[in-house]
């Protein structure tokens, strides 16, 4: 059965969707067997993998309302390597539409039941908040990892996640744990970075993965081929830190219960 993974962190912009798609390649290189989930209705890890937004009928829009089903709104990334349930801009009604809808906030988990043992592991690109998507997302999943830029506010944002997480375990999810969080956008010449990865180190400990991604630009220019950074260019600082960090994923799995 897979393990499922949400990407999780309600800024915008610290690195959530180029974690996603990179680590899925990088464990589908691995030969893992993967699965993205796009929950961000930017559909940015959908096109980011390879795959056009704008054809997806259906996509998980649909498999949240209920008209279809995660085996029908799939699609496979020949490039990539591994398999997309893509999102797009219909994805910002379902919010509003799940109000109303029975078992609201666990749609999502209700609707992988029927493809977890096609996969090792499932990817959840989460959107830049606590919403009722992103609840869908922890509801089903056994772990978060945290991509986070090692900035001034970057810990303080940090206990906002973290209560939530702890309030999903409490109330609905007993499966669920924190994973990791992951140091992006590194640069190491600036002491700020270098002395907040050392407060997360001290507060958080093996919490954090080893693995540091670095600030590197064909990381930023892979989405723009439809491609993630590991497969655009594999020998990039870049796509070699995901790789590494792949390898943690793999190792520290097996801690994890699978569901
Ligand atoms: P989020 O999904 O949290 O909004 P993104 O993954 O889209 O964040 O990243 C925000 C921006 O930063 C994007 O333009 C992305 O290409 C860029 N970016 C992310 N990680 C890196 C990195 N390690 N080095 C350089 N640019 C990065
Ligand atoms: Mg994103």
């Keep these: 059965m897979a393990r499922i993974f949400c990407i999780a962190n309600q800024k915008g912009g610290v690195g959530k969707t180029t974690t996603t798609v990179n680590l899925a390649a990088g464990l589908a290189a691995l030969g893992q067997r993967v699965l993205v989930i796009d929950l961000d209705p930017q559909g940015n890890a959908t096109m980011g993998s390879g795959i056009d937004k704008r054809s997806l009928d259906p996509s998980i829009y649909d498999v949240l309302i209920g008209t279809a089903d995660v085996r029908s709104a799939r699609r496979h990334s020949d490039k990539a390597g591994y398999d997309v349930l893509g999102a797009n801009r219909e994805l910002a009604g379902a919010e509003i539409e799940l109000v109303s809808l029975e078992h609201r906030d666990r749609r999502l988990k209700m609707a992988l039941h029927d493809v977890t043992a096609d996969y090792d592991l499932i990817l959840i690109d989460c959107p830049p908040s606590l919403s009722l998507l992103t609840l869908n997302g922890l509801n089903c ?71 540091v991604i670095p600030r590197n630009v064909r990381l930023a220019e ?38």
């Design 141 to 211: 999943a056994h772990g978060v990892i945290v991509p986070m830029q090692c900035e001034y506010f970057a810990l303080e944002g940090l206990s906002d996640l973290v209560n939530t997480i702890k309030q999903v375990y409490a109330n609905l999810n007993r499966d669920l744990q924190l994973i990791g969080l992951l140091r992006v956008m590194f640069d190491p010449r600036i002491t700020l970075q270098q002395q907040v990865s050392e407060q997360l180190k001290d507060h958080f400990g093996e919490k954090v993965f080893n693995t």
């Design 222 to 259: 892979a989405p723009s081929y439809g491609l993630p950074g590991v497969v655009f260019d594999p020998n990039s600082k870049g796509a070699q830190a995901f790789m590494a960090l792949a390898h943690e994923v793999v190792a520290r799995i097996g801690d994890i219960r699978p569901g």
